[in-house]
């Protein structure tokens, strides 16, 4: 039975029988356009200001670079480029490796193996970040957690009562409340058990791009101090280590001047906020041309306005989203998010599931 018949005949049904078609099968029946991979993050430590989301080791990523290099045809930036620009849309299932925000760890992790395997990346830097001139607000709440962990009971009642929170506080449905949900369910932090602990976390967890005197009055109350992480860890590449990245061949693209979602702006906000990334971009690493991938995602800003300002911006490229591997206007590249990592405890990659989940949402995504 195809496999768009087994969705009509029922959401959940279908779901559960896409959901098991192995990998092979997808790339061979369905073949995509392009096997855009997205991460964030690759360390082997603990990273205080990264507790929001999950992230693989260097073994970890190492494995899911030979697996594709084994399983797919690789492309490169360029070649992407050539055909989309010229609307060549092939199936064959090419893939590229994609990194978003900028951390130290694309120049010192992530680059050797890619150089190892002979591989090109697409490297987007939120140019605020750059030098590690400021601290990002979701890793100044990161620090918080990271404060919160570490906390006793009563050092948590303490802390829900200077801030004010209830132990009934519950998430309303809304956008908000969904993004927070997304977040408690990357969290895999040990907390301390008490009565406030979880309404603390959901507090925290809200908190949002527009809740800056929010985020400061958090740092003060658990002695975090953005201004010294800075410069004693330096987590964001330097305006140097983006240079070398790009004399090495990689290319880098723009992720937004401070990380905004651009579906809270305005239009004139958002053509400033993506042409004055690239343009930084384009002064730091000569490129003519530079990508822009979207903060967050893409869902829902007009196509027609994009292409316009790629038009009257000619230094403008390709965008680059997050809707997994469908399809798209031309100058549009959907990647497939595969931060988290694997929980066998064998070191080997763990792609082949998250593809396979990314076809079935595909599928089931054409067949609604």
Known sequence: MPLVTI?????????TVLSGVPLGVWARLFPADMLALCYHMVSDQPLPYFNYYPFKTSEQFDADVAFMRESFPAI????????????????GNNFIFTFDDGFAACHDVIRPILQKYQLDGVFFVTTALVDNRELFFESKVSLCLDAFQRMTPDGVEDLAAKLGVRGGEQLT????ARLTNNRMENFNMVLPQSASTRPLLVRLLSLDEQDQDAINELCERCDVDPVAMLREQRPYMTSNQ????????????AHGVAHRRLQSMSRREVESDIVESCDRVRYLTDQKKVPFAFPYSGHGLDRGFLADLMRRHDFIELYFDTG????????VVNRVVVDRPSQMTEVRSNLPGLLQASWARRRAWIAR
Not at 7 to 15: I, Q, Y
Not at 173 to 176: D, F, K, Q, V
Not at 242 to 253: L, P, V, Y
Not at 324 to 331: P, S
């Open 7 to 15: 969705m009509s005949n029922g959401k959940s049904a279908g779901r």
């Open 76 to 91: 490169t930036y360029a070649e992407m480029v050539h055909r989309r620009k010229n609307n060549v849309r092939g199936g």
């Open 242 to 253: 983006i240079r070398a990245m790009a004399d090495a061949g990689f290319t880098i693209g």
């Open 173 to 176: 449905p809304s956008a908000a």
């Open 324 to 331: 997994g591997i469908r399809r798209d206007a031309a100058f």
